[in-house]
């Protein structure tokens, strides 16, 4: 769970700008889009065996 404690002298925008950057570093916001639909398990290894060949390029483009 993501808390922010606000301080007697931060303004409240600066306190929901860290909260948001807190959740964006926990990964909340895509967690919670990817987990909206239901995807069928044979759609989910498709997309992550997609994505591994895609990192697998990059790599080896970085790599050269």
């Given amino acids: 769970m993501t ?3 606000v301080e007697p002298d ?3 925008e600066n306190a929901l700008k860290r909260f948001k950057k ?3 570093k926990a ?3 895509s967690e919670f889009k990817k987990r909206q ?3 069928k398990p044979s759609v989910r290894r498709k ?3 997609l994505a591994a060949r895609k ?3 990059r790599r080896e483009r ?3």
């Fill in 27 to 29: 990964g909340l916001l």
């Fill in 55 to 57: 990192k697998a390029k």
């Fill in 37 to 39: 639909h239901y995807e």
């Fill in 62 to 64: 970085i790599s050269d």
């Fill in 47 to 49: 997309r992550k065996a």
């Fill in 22 to 24: 807190q959740c964006e």
């Fill in 10 to 12: 931060e303004s409240f």
């Fill in 3 to 5: 808390k922010v404690i």
